[in-house]
């Protein structure tokens, strides 16, 4: 896999989102669904009924992909990013990777979520981050280590203060 350097995979992101489709793909996703469930209901044939549980599932795990890969790049164009930390754990499922962080700023609640690296391998362990949040008390909605970006698959996780000591060893 070629390594793209962090403004690259901003660039990336940045030219999946321009279209209008690939923005409402999760919703076309889910409406897809629907209609296969009623032609399914129609024909009384479970295909389509097949075909309608595989999109509706990938629409729904996906729902938050999108506007998150939106939000970080309006924080990347309109707000100065804080200094921090990234932790990064990978666990292996089966034959995948599946990429954890727990992202620390001074003075702010630690926040977790999952993210899918586009362009770079991310190594586990604690990395020095760049953040960005839309808002003081907001969670992060981009990170960036010196080999990449992290943006959140899915809906951030703040993390007590005792679970947040507990994952990071102090």
């Known amino acids: 896999m070629k390594i793209l350097s962090p403004e690259a995979q901003l660039s990336m992101l940045r030219a999946a989102t321009e279209n209008c489709i ?36 990938a629409g729904v795990a996906e729902q938050h992909a999108i506007p998150n890969i939106l939000n970080a790049l309006h924080a990347y164009d309109s707000v100065v990013p804080a200094s921090g930390s990234v932790k990064v754990t990978i666990t292996r499922l089966d034959s995948d990777d599946h990429y954890h962080a727990i992202v620390r700023q001074d003075g702010q609640a630690e926040w977790a979520y999952d993210f899918i690296p586009q362009g770079w391998s991310p190594v586990a362990g604690s990395h020095p981050a760049r953040i960005w949040c839309l ?6 909605v981009l990170a960036a280590v010196d080999d990449g970006i992290l943006v959140p698959r899915n809906k951030q996780e703040k993390l007590p203060l005792a679970q947040a000591a507990k994952i990071s060893g102090t």
């Open 135 to 140: 808002d003081k008390d907001a969670p992060p």
């Open 22 to 57: 690939a923005r409402k793909l999760h919703h076309w996703m889910i409406g897809s669904a629907i209609v296969l469930i009623i032609v399914s209901a129609i024909l009384w044939h479970p295909v389509p009924l097949i075909i309608a549980a595989i999109l509706g599932v």
